[in-house]
């Protein structure tokens, strides 16, 4: 693999701040993601993250800041791909999950899409490729 003249070669992890863990485990688990890491830290954290069973990109499911402030829902930027944008809205919403209620058509060159809250609120969008 080439790397940059800064030596950097992939993006591995998207770090996402979630105050219950076990929750967005389990809701990340819903959509298919698998846990690959579930690691305890100093001072009684964990670092667990999450990835789709191809890809070597994962989600970090971090914990909330030890100042011990609020979590705040935000816009991850996360943008995950499906081959069928309807079925997957579908089967998204079937299990209860906080989707847009249609799928977007902008026109090309964007390609269909719907964004989706997980457990804390943060936003991810969906895409079709």
């Known amino acids: ?17 979630t105050p219950d863990q ?3 485990v389990a809701f990340y688990e819903s959509l298919g993601f698998e846990k690959r890491t579930d690691e305890p830290f100093g ?15 994962g989600i970090a499911l971090a914990p909330p800041p030890p100042q011990g402030g609020p ?9 995950l791909t499906t ?8 089967a998204m919403k079937e299990v209860g999950v ?5 799928v ?4 090309e060159p964007v390609p269909p899409m719907f964004w989706f809250r997980d457990p804390t609120g943060h936003t991810l969008m969906v895409v079709e490729s």
């Open 98 to 102: 906080d989707v847009d209620a249609q």
């Open 104 to 107: 977007s058509r902008m026109g």
């Open 83 to 90: 081959n069928d944008i309807d079925a997957t809205h579908e």
């Open 71 to 79: 979590v705040e829902p935000a816009e991850t930027g996360i943008t």
């Open 22 to 24: 076990d929750k967005a």
């Open 43 to 57: 001072g009684g954290y964990r670092w667990i993250e999450v990835y789709l069973p191809e890809s070597n990109t």
């Open 1 to 17: 693999m080439s790397s940059t003249k800064t030596g950097l070669t992939s993006i591995s992890l998207v770090c996402v701040p």
